[in-house]
């Protein structure tokens, strides 16, 4: 459970940097928020993922993870940006 635990943060951390690139734009926390947001995206969208069932190699679960990081990125930016306004 551990080593799962630890394999998904480092995915997230590779996930997190991906997201930001595919989602480019001036995020408000800079890189390290950004690569925290990847590594909480990716815990999430890899429990979601096993609780509707997605299995697949590793590229169905950095998909998951990757997924999981953008919306959890869209999500941070829609609420810092009410928050500024």
């Known amino acids: 459970m551990i080593m799962q635990i630890l394999g998904w943060i480092v995915f997230g ?8 690139l595919l989602m480019p734009g001036k995020d408000p926390g800079g890189f390290i928020i950004t690569v925290l947001l990847g590594i909480a995206g990716s ?3 890899g429990y979601l993922g096993s609780l509707v069932g997605i299995k697949g190699g ?9 997924v999981g990081a953008m919306l959890l990125l869209l999500v941070y930016r829609l609420i810092r940006r009410n928050a500024a306004a």
């Not at 951390?13 to 991906?18: N, P, Q, W």
């Not at 590793?58 to 990757?66: G, I, Q």
């Open 58 to 66: 590793w590229f169905v679960s950095f998909a998951t993870a990757v």
């Open 43 to 45: 815990l999430i969208g």
């Open 13 to 20: 951390l590779i996930a997190g940097i991906v997201a930001k």
